[in-house]
DNA sequence: AAATTAGACAACCGCCACGTC
DNA sequence: AGACGTGGCGGTTGTCTAATT
Protein backbone atom coordinates (compact mmCIF):
# COMPACT_ATOMS: atom_id res chain seq x y z
CA UNK A 1 0.00 0.00 0.00
CA UNK A 2 2.75 2.28 0.17
CA UNK A 3 2.57 5.61 2.20
CA UNK A 4 4.58 8.75 0.54
CA UNK A 5 4.69 10.36 3.61
CA UNK A 6 6.14 7.42 5.42
CA UNK A 7 9.84 8.01 6.85
CA UNK A 8 11.42 5.11 8.96
CA UNK A 9 13.00 6.04 11.71
CA UNK A 10 15.94 3.80 12.16
CA UNK A 11 15.73 4.42 16.00
CA UNK A 12 15.66 1.23 18.28
CA UNK A 13 12.34 0.86 19.16
CA UNK A 14 10.90 0.32 22.75
CA UNK A 15 9.30 -3.26 23.78
CA UNK A 16 7.38 -4.79 26.54
CA UNK A 17 4.24 -3.59 28.14
CA UNK A 18 2.82 -0.14 27.64
CA UNK A 19 3.43 2.31 30.19
CA UNK A 20 0.29 4.51 30.91
CA UNK A 21 1.83 7.30 29.86
CA UNK A 22 2.39 5.61 26.10
CA UNK A 23 -1.06 4.98 26.23
CA UNK A 24 -2.00 8.72 27.16
CA UNK A 25 0.06 10.01 24.03
CA UNK A 26 -0.70 7.13 21.71
CA UNK A 27 -4.56 8.12 22.98
CA UNK A 28 -4.59 11.44 21.91
CA UNK A 29 -2.90 11.45 19.05
CA UNK A 30 -4.91 9.12 17.20
CA UNK A 31 -8.34 10.28 18.84
CA UNK A 32 -7.12 13.83 17.74
CA UNK A 33 -5.70 12.89 14.64
CA UNK A 34 -6.70 9.38 13.36
CA UNK A 35 -4.11 6.93 12.40
CA UNK A 36 -3.65 7.84 9.15
CA UNK A 37 -0.51 5.60 8.32
CA UNK A 38 1.02 3.66 11.33
CA UNK A 39 4.06 3.82 10.17
CA UNK A 40 4.13 8.02 11.03
CA UNK A 41 1.90 7.53 14.03
CA UNK A 42 4.90 6.97 16.98
CA UNK A 43 7.26 9.93 15.86
CA UNK A 44 4.00 11.98 15.30
CA UNK A 45 3.02 10.84 18.83
CA UNK A 46 6.48 11.23 20.69
CA UNK A 47 6.37 7.27 21.23
CA UNK A 48 9.38 4.85 20.87
CA UNK A 49 7.20 2.40 19.01
CA UNK A 50 7.19 0.76 16.11
CA UNK A 51 3.96 1.36 14.17
CA UNK A 52 2.66 -1.89 13.89
CA UNK A 53 3.04 -2.23 17.91
CA UNK A 54 1.08 1.16 18.32
CA UNK A 55 -1.45 -0.58 15.80
CA UNK A 56 -1.87 -3.47 17.79
CA UNK A 57 -1.87 -1.33 20.71
CA UNK A 58 -4.88 0.70 19.61
CA UNK A 59 -6.65 -2.27 18.01
CA UNK A 60 -6.48 -4.59 21.34
CA UNK A 61 -6.48 -1.97 24.05
CA UNK A 62 -7.50 1.42 23.22
CA UNK A 63 -9.52 1.64 20.68
CA UNK A 64 -13.16 3.33 22.01
CA UNK A 65 -15.85 0.32 22.08
CA UNK A 66 -13.86 -2.71 23.29
CA UNK A 67 -15.55 -4.91 26.00
CA UNK A 68 -13.52 -6.40 28.50
CA UNK A 69 -14.09 -8.83 30.86
CA UNK A 70 -16.18 -12.01 30.70
CA UNK A 71 -17.95 -13.77 27.83
CA UNK A 72 -21.45 -13.89 28.34
CA UNK A 73 -22.81 -16.98 27.54
CA UNK A 74 -24.29 -16.28 24.38
CA UNK A 75 -20.32 -15.26 23.39
CA UNK A 76 -19.06 -18.51 24.58
CA UNK A 77 -21.37 -20.32 22.70
CA UNK A 78 -20.99 -18.10 19.46
CA UNK A 79 -17.21 -18.56 19.61
CA UNK A 80 -17.43 -22.08 19.75
CA UNK A 81 -19.90 -22.35 17.11
CA UNK A 82 -18.23 -20.12 14.68
CA UNK A 83 -14.47 -21.69 15.72
CA UNK A 84 -16.47 -25.31 14.19
CA UNK A 85 -16.91 -24.02 11.21
CA UNK A 86 -14.61 -21.15 10.42
CA UNK A 87 -11.35 -23.12 12.63
CA UNK A 88 -8.85 -20.61 14.05
CA UNK A 89 -9.99 -17.72 11.84
CA UNK A 90 -9.88 -15.06 14.93
CA UNK A 91 -10.62 -12.33 13.11
CA UNK A 92 -13.37 -13.48 11.47
CA UNK A 93 -14.39 -14.85 14.60
CA UNK A 94 -14.43 -11.60 16.58
CA UNK A 95 -16.27 -9.97 13.96
CA UNK A 96 -19.15 -11.79 15.26
CA UNK A 97 -18.64 -9.92 18.47
CA UNK A 98 -18.72 -6.52 18.84
CA UNK A 99 -16.41 -4.71 20.85
CA UNK A 100 -14.27 -8.33 21.40
CA UNK A 101 -10.56 -8.61 19.49
CA UNK A 102 -9.50 -11.23 17.65
CA UNK A 103 -6.63 -11.25 20.12
CA UNK A 104 -9.32 -11.37 22.54
CA UNK A 105 -10.82 -14.47 21.27
CA UNK A 106 -7.82 -16.16 20.42
CA UNK A 107 -6.73 -15.64 24.03
CA UNK A 108 -10.29 -17.07 25.68
CA UNK A 109 -10.18 -19.74 23.44
CA UNK A 110 -6.44 -20.92 23.96
CA UNK A 111 -6.95 -20.54 28.00
CA UNK A 112 -10.29 -21.32 28.89
CA UNK A 113 -12.64 -22.24 26.67
CA UNK A 114 -10.72 -24.81 24.43
CA UNK A 115 -10.70 -26.98 27.82
CA UNK A 116 -14.37 -26.50 28.41
CA UNK A 117 -15.12 -27.86 24.99
CA UNK A 118 -12.70 -30.86 25.61
CA UNK A 119 -14.35 -31.31 28.89
CA UNK A 120 -17.98 -31.92 27.28
CA UNK A 121 -16.73 -34.02 24.60
CA UNK A 122 -16.58 -31.71 22.33
CA UNK A 123 -14.35 -31.20 18.82
CA UNK A 124 -10.93 -32.91 20.54
CA UNK A 125 -9.48 -31.50 17.33
CA UNK A 126 -9.71 -27.84 18.71
CA UNK A 127 -7.70 -29.23 21.55
CA UNK A 128 -4.98 -29.91 19.50
CA UNK A 129 -2.06 -27.21 20.32
CA UNK A 130 0.16 -28.25 17.52
CA UNK A 131 -0.10 -26.37 14.27
CA UNK A 132 -0.18 -29.53 12.32
CA UNK A 133 -3.70 -31.16 14.41
CA UNK A 134 -4.98 -27.55 14.34
CA UNK A 135 -8.41 -27.37 13.44
CA UNK A 136 -7.76 -24.38 10.86
CA UNK A 137 -6.12 -26.89 9.11
CA UNK A 138 -9.78 -29.62 8.78
CA UNK A 139 -12.72 -29.09 6.79
CA UNK A 140 -15.54 -27.57 8.48
CA UNK A 141 -17.06 -31.05 7.95
CA UNK A 142 -14.60 -32.51 10.48
CA UNK A 143 -14.70 -29.67 13.55
CA UNK A 144 -18.75 -30.20 14.08
CA UNK A 145 -19.13 -29.05 17.79
CA UNK A 146 -22.37 -31.14 18.74
CA UNK A 147 -25.42 -29.19 19.03
CA UNK A 148 -25.69 -30.40 23.27
CA UNK A 149 -22.31 -28.62 23.87
CA UNK A 150 -23.64 -25.26 22.31
CA UNK A 151 -26.75 -25.39 24.02
CA UNK A 152 -24.79 -26.62 27.28
CA UNK A 153 -22.67 -23.91 26.68
CA UNK A 154 -25.46 -21.37 26.28
CA UNK A 155 -27.04 -22.72 29.17
CA UNK A 156 -26.90 -20.82 32.80
CA UNK A 157 -26.02 -24.19 34.89
CA UNK A 158 -22.93 -24.34 32.33
CA UNK A 159 -21.05 -21.96 34.27
CA UNK A 160 -20.19 -25.14 37.10
CA UNK A 161 -17.70 -27.17 35.73
CA UNK A 162 -15.65 -24.74 34.90
CA UNK A 163 -15.19 -21.06 36.10
CA UNK A 164 -14.49 -18.71 33.68
CA UNK A 165 -11.37 -16.82 34.06
CA UNK A 166 -11.29 -13.86 36.51
CA UNK A 167 -10.72 -9.91 35.17
CA UNK A 168 -8.34 -8.75 37.71
CA UNK A 169 -9.25 -5.37 37.41
CA UNK A 170 -13.48 -5.82 37.15
CA UNK A 171 -15.71 -6.48 39.56
CA UNK A 172 -17.06 -9.75 38.38
CA UNK A 173 -21.01 -9.37 39.77
CA UNK A 174 -21.33 -6.10 38.58
CA UNK A 175 -19.82 -7.23 34.97
CA UNK A 176 -22.01 -9.90 35.01
CA UNK A 177 -25.36 -8.22 35.44
CA UNK A 178 -24.23 -5.60 32.58
CA UNK A 179 -23.00 -8.30 29.96
CA UNK A 180 -25.62 -10.88 29.88
CA UNK A 181 -28.14 -9.09 27.07
CA UNK A 182 -27.32 -11.42 24.03
CA UNK A 183 -25.04 -10.26 21.61
CA UNK A 184 -25.29 -7.20 22.40
CA UNK A 185 -24.18 -4.50 20.07
CA UNK A 186 -22.09 -2.47 22.51
CA UNK A 187 -22.92 0.86 22.83
CA UNK A 188 -21.22 3.64 24.00
CA UNK A 189 -23.15 4.31 27.47
CA UNK A 190 -23.54 0.65 27.72
CA UNK A 191 -19.64 -0.18 27.17
CA UNK A 192 -18.90 2.92 29.65
CA UNK A 193 -21.21 1.63 32.39
CA UNK A 194 -19.59 -2.23 31.84
CA UNK A 195 -15.62 -0.47 31.97
CA UNK A 196 -16.51 1.50 35.05
CA UNK A 197 -18.51 0.62 37.75
CA UNK A 198 -22.09 2.30 37.88
CA UNK A 199 -21.14 4.66 40.29
CA UNK A 200 -19.40 7.01 37.54
CA UNK A 201 -21.72 8.71 35.71
CA UNK A 202 -20.12 9.92 32.90
CA UNK A 203 -22.60 10.85 30.93
CA UNK A 204 -23.41 13.98 32.16
CA UNK A 205 -20.60 15.66 30.80
CA UNK A 206 -21.26 17.80 28.18
CA UNK A 207 -17.59 19.26 28.40
CA UNK A 208 -15.47 19.55 25.08
CA UNK A 209 -13.24 16.51 24.54
CA UNK A 210 -13.81 14.88 27.49
CA UNK A 211 -11.73 12.38 27.51
CA UNK A 212 -10.00 11.12 30.87
CA UNK A 213 -7.90 8.46 31.69
CA UNK A 214 -7.48 6.84 34.81
CA UNK A 215 -4.82 4.08 35.28
CA UNK A 216 -6.19 0.96 37.03
CA UNK A 217 -3.90 -1.94 37.82
CA UNK A 218 -4.32 -3.89 34.82
CA UNK A 219 -5.74 -1.88 32.24
CA UNK A 220 -6.04 1.83 32.09
CA UNK A 221 -9.47 2.17 30.80
CA UNK A 222 -10.96 5.34 29.30
CA UNK A 223 -14.07 7.16 29.85
CA UNK A 224 -15.97 9.73 27.89
CA UNK A 225 -18.71 11.54 28.37
CA UNK A 226 -19.40 12.82 24.74
CA UNK A 227 -16.73 13.28 22.15
CA UNK A 228 -16.42 16.26 20.69
CA UNK A 229 -13.98 17.55 18.14
CA UNK A 230 -11.72 20.77 19.04
CA UNK A 231 -8.73 21.91 18.06
CA UNK A 232 -8.39 20.11 14.73
CA UNK A 233 -11.18 19.69 12.03
CA UNK A 234 -13.06 16.69 11.97
CA UNK A 235 -12.14 15.74 9.18
CA UNK A 236 -8.36 15.40 10.47
CA UNK A 237 -9.44 13.70 13.15
CA UNK A 238 -11.13 11.04 10.74
CA UNK A 239 -8.12 10.70 8.32
CA UNK A 240 -7.31 7.10 9.31
CA UNK A 241 -10.72 6.02 10.32
CA UNK A 242 -12.17 5.46 6.49
CA UNK A 243 -12.62 6.33 2.79
CA UNK A 244 -14.10 9.38 1.67
CA UNK A 245 -17.66 7.85 2.00
CA UNK A 246 -17.66 6.41 5.31
CA UNK A 247 -15.02 9.52 6.54
CA UNK A 248 -18.43 11.50 4.87
CA UNK A 249 -21.08 10.19 7.13
CA UNK A 250 -19.12 9.94 10.29
CA UNK A 251 -18.33 13.91 9.68
CA UNK A 252 -21.85 14.76 9.44
CA UNK A 253 -22.32 13.02 13.08
CA UNK A 254 -19.56 15.75 13.85
CA UNK A 255 -21.39 18.18 11.86
CA UNK A 256 -24.60 17.96 12.91
CA UNK A 257 -23.68 18.18 16.53
CA UNK A 258 -20.64 17.64 16.77
CA UNK A 259 -20.64 14.92 18.56
CA UNK A 260 -20.36 11.48 18.30
CA UNK A 261 -22.24 9.50 21.01
CA UNK A 262 -22.89 5.82 22.21
CA UNK A 263 -23.41 3.24 19.04
CA UNK A 264 -23.03 5.15 16.60
CA UNK A 265 -19.26 5.87 17.28
CA UNK A 266 -18.45 2.43 18.09
CA UNK A 267 -20.07 1.16 15.01
CA UNK A 268 -18.31 3.24 12.83
CA UNK A 269 -14.93 2.48 14.56
CA UNK A 270 -15.61 -0.74 14.45
CA UNK A 271 -16.16 -0.94 10.67
CA UNK A 272 -13.18 0.33 9.86
CA UNK A 273 -11.27 -2.39 12.27
CA UNK A 274 -13.63 -5.22 10.37
CA UNK A 275 -12.24 -3.63 7.09
CA UNK A 276 -15.30 -2.32 6.15
CA UNK A 277 -15.17 -0.06 3.35
CA UNK A 278 -11.61 1.02 4.64
CA UNK A 279 -8.56 -1.77 4.43
CA UNK A 280 -7.73 -4.51 1.89
CA UNK A 281 -9.60 -7.01 4.01
CA UNK A 282 -12.71 -7.53 1.79
CA UNK A 283 -13.60 -10.86 3.27
CA UNK A 284 -15.02 -8.67 6.07
CA UNK A 285 -18.35 -10.26 6.85
CA UNK A 286 -19.74 -6.80 7.81
C1' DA B 1 6.71 -16.36 54.64
C1' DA B 2 9.13 -17.78 50.69
C1' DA B 3 9.40 -20.50 46.58
C1' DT B 4 7.19 -22.68 42.93
C1' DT B 5 3.62 -23.46 39.63
C1' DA B 6 -0.28 -22.45 36.70
C1' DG B 7 -3.25 -19.52 34.33
C1' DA B 8 -4.49 -15.30 32.01
C1' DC B 9 -3.43 -11.77 29.23
C1' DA B 10 -0.47 -8.54 26.57
C1' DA B 11 2.68 -8.10 23.11
C1' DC B 12 5.91 -9.68 19.58
C1' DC B 13 7.20 -12.25 15.43
C1' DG B 14 6.82 -13.93 10.95
C1' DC B 15 4.21 -14.45 7.11
C1' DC B 16 1.09 -13.00 3.56
C1' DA B 17 -1.85 -10.02 0.59
C1' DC B 18 -2.22 -5.92 -1.47
C1' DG B 19 -1.09 -1.21 -3.19
C1' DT B 20 2.30 1.99 -4.90
C1' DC B 21 6.26 3.27 -7.34
C1' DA C 1 7.22 -7.02 -13.63
C1' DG C 2 9.34 -6.64 -9.56
C1' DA C 3 10.83 -4.29 -5.38
C1' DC C 4 9.24 -2.14 -1.51
C1' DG C 5 6.20 -0.70 2.22
C1' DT C 6 2.03 -1.20 4.98
C1' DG C 7 -1.63 -3.43 7.22
C1' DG C 8 -3.68 -7.59 8.83
C1' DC C 9 -3.64 -12.11 10.71
C1' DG C 10 -2.44 -16.23 13.40
C1' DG C 11 0.94 -18.43 16.25
C1' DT C 12 3.94 -18.01 19.89
C1' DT C 13 6.32 -16.07 23.70
C1' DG C 14 6.84 -13.06 27.67
C1' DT C 15 5.11 -11.06 31.81
C1' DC C 16 2.34 -10.63 35.63
C1' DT C 17 -0.58 -12.35 39.25
C1' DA C 18 -2.89 -15.65 42.01
C1' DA C 19 -2.90 -20.10 43.87
C1' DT C 20 -0.51 -23.82 45.78
C1' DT C 21 3.16 -26.18 48.16
Redesign the pocket.
Known amino acids: ????T???PKVG???????PD??QKLRDYILRHG???????PAKAGLQ?????????W???LRPGLK???FSAEEEATVIKLHAT??????????HLPGR????V???W???LK?KVVKLGGSNSHAS???SQ????QSPETRQVPEEVIKQISGSDFLEP????????MDQDSFKGTLLPPFPKVLFADWLSMDYNSSQSLLNSNAGMNCQWDSN???DLFKYGSYQVDGPSSSDFLH?FGDSSFCGELQLQFEHGGQILGGAFYNYLSM????GS???????IY
Open positions: MGCKCEKYRKGLWSEDHGCWSTVRNGKSCRLRINYRGFLGNKWAQIAMTDNEKNYNSYKPTKDSANLEPPMQSSSNAGDENGCGRNHDA
